[in-house]
């Protein structure tokens, strides 16, 4: 196993939201496809299309306040729940006690279906069947890089790692706690440091599926917030190492309650989509249904990498279209941001960081700025001294030149000293006068 020190410190990524470039065709959110936008031709057919309109951000934090955000999310919830969308669900019944909630179910289209590597029984159904959709990453048409889960249950754990395996996952985030307010919203699908309860979760991983899982570390990262490694021991001793970022300051149904801890997770969602587009890895985000938080928290991804990269390619004034963002994803996965908070949430977390990218992308050209103006104070320093030292030595050779004339001449000696007077004036005024230098007047 390798040391868990080297696991929990990931390499340093090369692409960042400062230096991020995106096609245009991509900023505006993930594609839905292979299959039809139907919520798209539904605005289309309604005359709703000035919805999909992006915003400038310099007018975000006053534009979005205007607008009428319930029933905008109304219409969302219209638009991406008809007939059509409801064809696509997967409503096989042999498959119902696999879903943590039975409202909540897959796309047929989009669904992850489980090859039949580890297959252990005679129900194919039951075997192939988790309750996930693949998402497009606004960084590539049709990348299905992110797969959006429910939180496993018991029964689907085993499931759930074998999923990890497929499709070669490197990154998982959580994003709720185990149990709230008495009721469980995830199982503990990781073996617990209890040799005891480690023994029970192995035993059964193994006897389902064939699999072995081993924790390699854990990190507190925050308050609400902790990392784990995890690796994963297939048949024919295969080792496959991923990483958990586990986040639990946020309750269902409601929105972050640590600030600082929710942007960790959300530099860990941005920093995988931004360093992963020519590698085959996948990330899973999920929390209890698999569809609020998880909805949320990829939303903003998407859009955060959408805004930087309109400001890295020096954009007059980059738009965002939250409404358009969050109905793409709607047509990938049933339900994605779930509440009507959470859909505000979006709004206010963008217009907190605009104002925030803004100030310290300002505070970065700063400096800039002071260094020319420090170098041109340096110069016009320069130039005072010397056109001092100039007009010093210039006076000091006349004294001396009169002194001579004085001794040896005598009354012609004051004559030419008169003579001589005016030049000494005009030097005198020069120094007064501006004199200039690249363009600067140095005084």
């Given at each position: 196993?390798?040391?868990?020190?080297?696991?929990?410190?990931?390499?340093?990524?090369?692409?960042?939201?400062?230096?991020?470039?995106?096609?245009?065709?991509?900023?505006?959110?993930?594609?839905?496809?292979?299959?039809?936008?139907?919520?798209?031709?539904?605005?289309?057919?309604?005359?709703?299309?000035?919805?999909?309109?992006?915003?400038?951000?310099?007018?975000?934090?006053?534009?979005?306040?205007?607008?009428?955000?319930?029933?905008?999310?109304?219409?969302?919830?219209?638009?991406?729940?008809?007939?059509?969308?409801?064809?696509?669900?997967?409503?096989?019944?042999?498959?119902?006690?696999?879903?943590?909630?039975?409202?909540?179910?897959?796309?047929?289209?989009?669904?992850?279906?489980?090859?039949?590597?580890?297959?252990?029984?005679?129900n194919h159904a039951q075997d192939?069947?988790?309750?996930?959709?693949?998402?497009?990453?606004?960084?590539?048409?049709?990348?299905?890089?992110?797969?959006?889960?429910?939180?496993?249950?018991?029964?689907?754990?085993?499931?759930?790692?074998?999923?990890?395996?497929?499709?070669?996952?490197?990154?998982?985030?959580?994003?709720?706690?185990?149990?709230?307010?008495?009721?469980?919203?995830?199982?503990?699908?990781?073996?617990?440091?209890?040799?005891?309860?480690?023994?029970?979760?192995?035993?059964?991983?193994?006897?389902?599926?064939?699999?072995?899982?081993?924790?390699?570390?854990?990190?507190?990262?925050?308050?609400?917030?902790?990392?784990?490694?995890?690796?994963?021991?297939?048949?024919?001793?295969?080792?496959?190492?991923?990483?958990?970022?586990?986040?639990?300051?946020?309750?269902?149904?409601?929105?972050?309650?640590?600030?600082?801890?929710?942007?960790?997770?959300?530099?860990?969602?941005?920093?995988?989509?931004?360093?992963?587009?020519?590698?085959?890895?996948?990330?899973?985000?999920?929390?209890?249904?698999?569809?609020?938080?998880?909805?949320?928290?990829?939303?903003?991804?998407?859009?955060?990498?959408?805004?930087?990269?309109?400001?890295?390619?020096?954009?007059?004034?980059?738009?965002?279209?939250?409404?358009?963002?969050?109905?793409?994803?709607?047509?990938?996965?049933?339900?994605?941001?779930?509440?009507?908070?959470?859909?505000?949430?979006?709004?206010?977390?963008?217009?907190?960081?605009?104002?925030r990218e803004e100030r310290l992308?300002?505070?970065?050209?700063?400096?800039?700025?002071?260094?020319?103006?420090?170098?041109?104070?340096?110069?016009?320093?320069?130039?005072?001294?010397?056109?001092?030292?100039?007009?010093?030595?210039?006076?000091?050779?006349?004294?001396?030149?009169?002194?001579?004339?004085?001794?040896?001449?005598?009354?012609?000696?004051?004559?030419?000293?008169?003579?001589?007077?005016?030049?000494?004036?005009?030097?005198?005024?020069?120094?007064?006068?501006?004199?200039?230098?690249?363009?600067?007047?140095?005084?």
């Amino acid at each position: 196993m390798e040391p868990a020190s080297s696991l929990l410190s990931p390499k340093t990524p090369s692409m960042t939201l400062a230096n991020v470039r995106l096609p245009a065709l991509h900023i505006s959110g993930p594609i839905p496809a292979p299959f039809e936008d139907t919520s798209y031709e539904i605005l289309k057919k309604k005359n709703f299309l000035h919805l999909e309109q992006e915003i400038p951000i310099s007018k975000f934090a006053e534009e979005y306040k205007k607008r009428d955000l319930p029933l905008e999310y109304k219409l969302l919830y219209e638009i991406t729940y008809s007939h059509r969308h409801q064809l696509r669900m997967n409503n096989d019944p042999a498959v119902y006690n696999l879903n943590r909630y039975t409202d909540i179910i897959p796309y047929d289209d989009t669904r992850v279906v489980l090859n039949d590597r580890w297959v252990t029984n005679e129900n194919h159904a039951q075997d192939s069947y988790i309750n996930a959709d693949y998402i497009n990453s606004v960084m590539g048409q049709n990348d299905r890089k992110l797969i959006a889960t429910q939180g496993p249950l018991e029964i689907t754990t085993g499931h759930f790692w074998r999923m990890v395996l497929q499709e070669n996952v490197k990154l998982i985030i959580c994003v709720c706690p185990l149990s709230e307010k008495g009721t469980v919203k995830c199982h503990k699908y990781w073996p617990d440091a209890d040799s005891r309860k480690e023994k029970a979760f192995q035993e059964h991983i193994q006897d389902v599926n064939g699999l072995v899982i081993l924790q390699a570390g854990e990190k507190q990262l925050g308050p609400t917030l902790v990392e784990r490694q995890f690796e994963v021991l297939s048949p024919g001793n295969k080792r496959h190492y991923v990483r958990q970022v586990h986040y639990t300051g946020w309750i269902d149904h409601g929105v972050p309650e640590s600030g600082s801890d929710f942007e960790l997770v959300l530099q860990e969602l941005i920093g995988f989509l931004l360093n992963n587009q020519t590698t085959l890895d996948k990330a899973i985000i999920h929390c209890s249904a698999g569809i609020g938080r998880t909805g949320t928290t990829i939303a903003l991804a998407e859009l955060l990498i959408g805004i930087s990269s309109q400001f890295n390619q020096h954009a007059l004034d980059p738009k965002v279209s939250v409404f358009s963002v969050v109905r793409r994803l709607r047509e990938q996965r049933f339900f994605m941001v779930q509440m009507l908070e959470q859909y505000e949430f979006i709004h206010q977390y963008l217009a907190m960081w605009i104002e925030r990218e803004e100030r310290l992308r300002a505070e970065m050209n700063a400096p800039k700025v002071e260094v020319k103006m420090s170098e041109i104070q340096r110069v016009s320093g320069s130039l005072k001294k010397s056109v001092k030292k100039s007009v010093h030595q210039q006076e000091e050779e006349i004294e001396n030149n009169e002194q001579v004339k004085t001794t040896s001449s005598g009354n012609s000696a004051r004559s030419r000293n008169i003579k001589n007077k005016p030049a000494l004036s005009q030097v005198q005024q020069q120094q007064h006068e501006p004199s200039t230098c690249g363009g600067c007047a140095i005084y």
